[in-house]
């Protein structure tokens, strides 16, 4: 079965401060990836999301990037982080383009 | 333009009354939906979604969707709810923006099920 995995749980960094989200996934080869943010526990945000190694998209411009370095791993960084980034960060993957299943996601606090 | 709409902010039911969590989506051709749920501090767990064939979609949980094409709707529904159903309801809707699919979300549906 797959299961997907993301790290830290919770973050807290201050304002300036590099940023590193990882995710994998394991138990399925090619998922798409996608990385969303969610404020104040309501509205998901997508913020890119990929369909191969190397392959990212963005959907909001903003400080933050993503990588795909590998088959199964998408991670999320920034070089310098804002008051604006603190929020529930979540990760994604899904086949065939159909439903999508969520990792556990990590709680990230910018002061 | 594409889009899902959550009208109610929250629902409050009886424990062991039926429950309805309501979702109408504006999508160019057939529609692909899903209902996601979500605890506290927790990712979204996926419940259902409808495709094609019967328009009444079973999930986990005990949970049931019927999707209305006249109507534009995708109700959740459970006919006997639990205290611990009470969560974060997430309904979403399949689109093809820029040749990929995404998931658009609504704006989610606080379901309160008191004992």
């Known amino acids: 079965s797959q299961t997907i995995h993301q790290w830290p749980a919770t973050l807290v960094q201050p304002v300036g401060s590099p940023l590193s989200l990882e995710c994998t996934v394991e138990g399925t080869s090619n998922p798409n990836l996608y990385w969303y943010r969610q404020a104040a526990g309501r509205g998901l945000q997508l913020l890119f999301y990929?369909?191969?190694?190397?392959?990212i998209s963005s959907e909001v411009p903003q400080n933050l990037s993503a990588s795909r370095p590998q088959d199964r791993q998408f991670i999320l960084s920034s070089k310098k982080l804002l008051l604006s980034d603190s929020g529930f960060y979540l990760c994604?993957?899904?086949?065939?383009?159909?439903?999508?299943?969520f990792g556990p996601g990590t709680r990230l606090t910018v002061t | 333009a594409q889009s899902v709409a959550q009208p109610e902010d929250q629902v409050n039911v009886a424990e062991g009354n039926p429950l309805t969590v309501k979702c109408t989506y504006s999508?160019?051709?057939?529609?692909?939906l899903f209902w996601y749920v979500q605890y506290p501090n927790r990712g979204l767990q996926f419940l259902l979604k409808?495709?094609?064939?019967?328009?009444l979609v079973k999930g986990s949980y005990g949970f049931e969707a019927e999707f209305n094409k006249s109507q534009t709707s995708f109700h959740l529904k459970k006919p006997s709810a639990l205290v611990s159903d009470s969560a974060l309801y997430f309904c979403?809707?399949?689109?093809?923006?820029?040749?990929?699919?995404?998931?658009?979300f609504g704006s989610g549906t606080r379901l309160l099920v008191r004992p």
């Open positions: 994604a993957w899904s086949e065939l383009a159909v439903e999508q299943y």
């Open positions: 409808y495709i094609t064939g019967d328009n």
């Open positions: 979403a809707v399949r689109v093809l923006m820029d040749s990929s699919y995404k998931l658009i």
């Open positions: 999508v160019s051709g057939n529609p692909y």
């Open positions: 990929s369909v191969g190694i190397g392959q």
